[in-house]
């Protein structure tokens, strides 16, 4: 894993703004600093392989984390959900059938 060249103020910018536009890259700005760095991660193939692995590992669990809270209403305030989500979960199962953003980045 290393950096690639820098890119061009003008190539940063066209990149910056396909993320935030095409790709769901929300926090592509922290106050007024960048929170992108200004040259690509050059990942090796089976680097890419282990990521993509490990977050399709973390997906799964989420889900079935999300599907056991859904069950277990007793660990809802020890783990201190807002109430908000207690009520969410009490009420239907969110791995059925209701849309969801994760990112694992």
Same mark, same amino acid.
């Given at each position: 894993m290393r950096f690639g060249k820098? /890119? @061009?103020p003008d190539a940063f910018r %066209? =990149? %910056?703004?396909?993320?935030? *536009?095409?790709?769901?890259?929300?926090?592509?700005?922290v106050g007024d600093d960048t929170a992108l760095a200004p040259a690509p991660?050059? /990942?090796? %193939?089976?680097q890419w392989r282990e990521l993509s692995r490990l977050a399709r590992c973390l997906y799964e669990e989420? =889900?079935? /984390?999300?599907?056991? *809270?859904s069950? %277990? $209403?007793d660990l809802h305030a020890e783990l201190g959900m807002p109430r908000s989500l207690r009520q *969410? /979960? @009490?009420?239907?199962?969110?791995? @059925?059938? $209701?849309?969801? =953003?994760?990112?694992f980045d």
């Open positions: 820098e /890119l @061009r %066209r =990149v %910056r703004r396909e993320l935030e *536009l095409s790709c769901g890259k929300w926090d592509a700005q991660l050059l /990942l090796g %193939r089976e989420t =889900v079935a /984390l999300e599907q056991e *809270l069950q %277990r $209403h *969410l /979960l @009490r009420e239907r199962s969110p791995t @059925r059938c $209701h849309g969801r =953003v994760m990112r």
